[in-house]
Nanobody, 127 residues
Framework: QVQLVESGGSLVQAGGSLRLSCAAS????????MGWFRQAPGKEREFVAA????????DYSDSVKGRFTISRDNAKSTVYLQMNSLKPEDTAVYYC????????????????????WGQGTQVTVSS
């Protein structure tokens, strides 16, 4: 089992920045590809960003590309999501997710590929 705990969510004005963290425990963090997803009220959960085991491969949804950056520190068992130039439409609960992978460069965009999920952290962007 892998336990994931997100933090860093807050209320921020449009144009501001936040950094979300997701701390993992329970299994060797470096064995897992990681992803960030978000869910706004009344909407389905959507992909935000993903990163491979070794951090060498990343991918983003078109809506956040150029504004958000995913990174990881395997020594600290933590994945981050740096969010800049925030917009009101970024308001959502943000979840991190983990998937055990053998390939050091694999990552996943589909939420069904992930085995473990955190409880989420609320990000609210005011206009």
């Amino acid at each position: 089992q892998v336990q994931l705990v997100e933090s860093g969510g807050s209320l921020v004005q449009a144009g501001g920045s936040l950094r979300l963290s997701c701390a993992a425990s329970g299994r060797p963090f470096s064995n897992y590809a990681m992803g960030w997803f978000r869910q706004a009220p009344g909407k389905e959960r959507e992909f935000v960003a993903a990163i491979s085991r070794n951090g060498g491969k990343t991918d983003y949804s078109d809506s956040v590309k150029g504004r958000f950056t995913i990174s990881r520190d395997n020594a600290k068992s933590t994945v981050y999501l740096q969010m800049n130039s925030l917009k009101p439409e970024d308001t959502a609960v943000y979840y991190c997710a983990a998937n055990f992978v053998l390939s050091s460069e694999a990552y996943y965009l589909n939420s069904r590929s992930y085995d473990y999920w955190g409880q989420g952290t609320q990000v609210t962007v005011s206009s």
